[in-house]
């Protein structure tokens, strides 16, 4: 298991989570009627420091589309960067879900967005019935590349889109990721967003993800919307008890740093061939074609990035002695 | 825990589910890549003797409404009972799945559907373009009112079905306790469909049903579909794992007989007040205001089925001494 | 021509319009920014003695389906009548325009729905996320056979609904021949509405109707529904000037009288044959298969209604030596 | 009137077109059914040397969207260009109409694709579920630059999308000036169509688009789409006669062959300051702010293009004198 660096997706499952599920085994109340789902608004407010509305769902993909679903009408837009996963691998989820609603694409360094590079899409609109209207902004956090956006450059962010009435979502699948480099706090790691898409399965869940929303009205009609895309499982108490476990003694941050810091192992031994930043638990790596087969033929498995790159992943359960392996491999290159 | 006869839906999980999905922790490939996805086709093949295509997905309502999206256009109509659960408990899915295709409504005794039922929808409707045509048919085995559709009625249907070339859909929730109740093979159960929601959660899964094809190409599109709709797990293994720990020993066909006993049980002490045939684990009694009180009074917890009669659920795991003190109860109101 | 009482979907057009067409011929500004289509605000309001704002489309299917996609989300429903043509004649538009949300159907004496009838459909539905909850109620002034509401009748309805915060949409297909009928204003036939269709192709015109909406904000969005339709035609002003035209010396009113007037002297000889009322420019005749033949063998053209009845529909154009002939004929039978 | 150079969207309608829509007035069968409607498919066959099914739409948006639907499943996708009226001008048509299905953006001078354009787009996706496949590609005949595809083009394009498997639209809302320019039958300059939509409304037409499938089973469900669209009027001859007028006598190309060749004059003037090729009615002219305040000046209309050029617009009734007097103003700048 060690030597896998394809993806932290498939991860194992933290031994608190399991604990959590099983002692959610006796009977409960289908649905999110729950004990424990009916615990997540308050628990999501405390480590915000205010009022939250979440949302257990399986997938991230749901949660991001439920998420702009509730702040996107059909007939509108969404700015995301041209690598976001809402446009690049979720197999149209954003037009299934916000009913044809498009995706406005922006360019930006390291898959990240920037108040201008939102304006270079946004600014050209007409306000005319022919084109499309933004809606809402989508950032990801960390970014597709494994960047993490300061809270400055959130509050940025967030200044643009208050100005053009926008919404702001941000899709953090790796969000414990990003507060975990950042050493900031949760709110500060969203700094401005209408919802956040709280990513728990990448980082020790098994199959868990919280819609955070930080406006209650939009939480309340998400919830028909869950149900109606079929995303409310019946027993809704294992979701709920898997998020809460990771909640508690902040097991979300230190499966995070436990990632990311095997991440940067990895990373200080290839300074020179690292394509982004690594703030994460990503590292793009230049390499030839020769480069990773020998490291393949070393027992390494992770995934080609282009034809000059591998994308190496690291995950909470990443052995250290693993990545320091990798990184000698690297260094020995 | 065992005076609960609310719903199947929040019954715990079956101990060689847990077994199962934690020797499953180990990294595999992510999405339905791995080793446990990749056996679902050739289980379904053996258990119903053809060759099927199997899907996992968390719910029942994703199975019914990621089928039905597999065989009617969005300009198209489902004929399903007036009861069924996809008309009245799933918050509008089937519109949302199927880009607002419509429901027809039917008849039938117990939320059972026949070819006359059927053709009293179908055959009234103009082959014009002003009316929505229909597609499909959707039967529930067992029905609503937990009553099981025999071979050779399915077998009416079917024909009925082929010969208006429409396509066959059956809502399977409850299919365990269909088998368990008919004695049948599960392709006698489920004759004639060409899709097949095959429902694991409420008899001891967590949270994984089967969506069998019968037809590999609506399988083939669906696996797309799936992903658009946030259902493809990016640990699917574990929903594979419970899956086939079911199938294993036939673990799934035990549990519906131990809640089917447990409903004849109850049943059998009232004879006079049932409202349905109890076929499988549900079973729906005609009592008073006062005299569901009482029950209640002593501890047992269900749900009121309109003014006069009240729905009592049982599951796999329903301890017999429990149905066994319903059953005195009951007879001694 | 004159022998044909098969629809009113087919009469000519009024001079009046074809006049006002022609003069629109000079090229303006396209789609509805020429001075035509800049008109209809103000003269809608103040037809109604209210603020308006007014859309032109080109059929009455979408002219409703727009009005109620601007009042019902995704995820909402709609009570109609079980005969609403919404229902039965727009091959599943509601669900297309409104991606899915539903139609709740309503029962009701000459398709006509009462507050009864549809709490009858509203107050059995629970508040929870399993079902699609009621957002609007459409109702058909005249309804479908032909009857108008009374704007007593319309005010308990208009009662009811502000009661449950739903919204209010008239399909007015033909509201003309109700204002006829009822002999009061347009304000009092629309009573309570948010938002009308009223209709101007089965009056005289060619291909216009209006989507007049009370509340500004509802027509804002929906202008961008009407272009993302493919329903903001580029010569707009061909469609504002036909509108136009049968507002202009109450041609809209004369045509409606001409209509009804036709109707109520075939009616007046057949009496006791009558299905419904008749209020506006349709009978609905009880008649034998035979007696309709003998009626088609003297040249009258006119659908079956099902096995024992004919539908007869005059229209603006109907001679009236054609209406008192058929009259003749209905009373020889 | 003559000085207008906006758009071919606001032109007046065309004498033979009136008449023959005059000539409709007595009351046909509604809808479809008409006498005129029922011509259609043996006018376009003719036309077109092959089996043509064909369908009016009031605008051009209604025929691409609807030709795209046929051909494009919700989970789909379709190349166009970056510029193509699709994507850029239809307020989202494209997904409200697809259910969802993505555009997928190709480059291309003069906004005409290639089959090298068009495989960059296609050619990256991986065969897997988390990436939208393509399934169509949209050509506009002619381009939003005015520039059409030569037969060869067309023949190269065709020979990819058929390797691929993928079906091919053409957008043909200037399709006459296409071919009156190539000078080739309408066959070859619609090479490979599965879908064509015949664009009549900016030649002369007032409110009818012909959507011309060479696969009969796509027109047939589009039949159904339509209706669900809110397209199909009710007094459908008005626009059936609007399309035979203009392919009777070939007005459809005199009409373009006019439009084309005020253009021409006036690109003869401009040569040096052309951006593209002028092939059919539209002229792009780098101008300065000052040169174009210059000719609007001298009381010519038209649109900018950015900040420094001029769309210049001609139609079949642009005045020749009128084209004539521009080429002499732009000379003269």
Chains 1, 2, 3, 4 share one sequence.
Not at 196 to 224: C, H, W
């Amino acid at each position: 298991m060690a030597m896998k660096f394809l993806s932290d997706n498939a991860a194992s499952v933290h031994p608190a989570v399991w604990k959590a599920m099983m002692a959610a085994d006796a009977a409960d109340a289908p649905y999110d009627n729950d004990a424990l789902s009916r615990e997540l608004d308050a628990r999501f407010s405390a480590l915000f420091g205010r009022d939250c509305a979440a949302l257990w769902v399986a997938t991230g993909t749901a949660a991001n589309c439920l998420a702009l679903s509730a702040m996107v009408p059909p007939h509108g837009g969404t700015v995301c960067h041209r690598e976001a996963h809402i446009e690049v691998d979720e197999c149209g989820a954003p037009g299934f879900y916000m009913h044809g609603a498009k995706l406005m694409l922006a360019e930006g360094e390291s898959a990240k967005l920037t108040p201008e590079a939102i304006a270079a899409v946004v600014e050209p609109i007409r306000d005319d019935v022919h084109q499309v209207q933004p809606h809402a902004v989508s950032v990801t956090q960390v970014s597709e590349y494994g960047c993490a956006y300061r809270p400055g450059e959130l509050s940025a962010i967030a200044d643009y889109v208050r100005g053009r009435r926008l919404a702001l979502h941000i899709d953090g699948a790796r969000f414990a990721n990003a507060v975990a480099f950042l050493g900031c706090s949760p709110a500060e790691a969203a700094l401005g967003a209408d919802a956040l898409s709280f990513g728990f399965v990448k980082n020790g869940g098994m199959g868990a993800e919280a819609i955070v929303f930080f406006d209650p009205e939009l939480a309340r009609q998400t919830r028909y919307r869950r149900k109606r895309a079929g995303h409310l499982q019946s027993k809704g108490r294992y979701l709920a008890a898997q998020i809460l476990a990771m909640l508690d003694n902040d097991v979300w941050l230190d499966n995070a740093r436990a990632a990311n810091a095997a991440a940067a192992e990895i990373a200080a031994a290839a300074e020179g061939r690292l394509l982004h930043p690594v703030e994460a638990n990503e590292v793009f790596l230049k390499t030839s074609a020769a480069e990773r087969e020998a490291l393949r033929a070393q027992g390494y498995e992770f995934y080609d990035w282009g034809m000059d790159a591998a994308r190496l992943v690291t995950a909470w359960d990443t052995r250290p002695e693993a990545a320091a392996a990798l990184a000698r491999a690297i260094a020995g290159l």
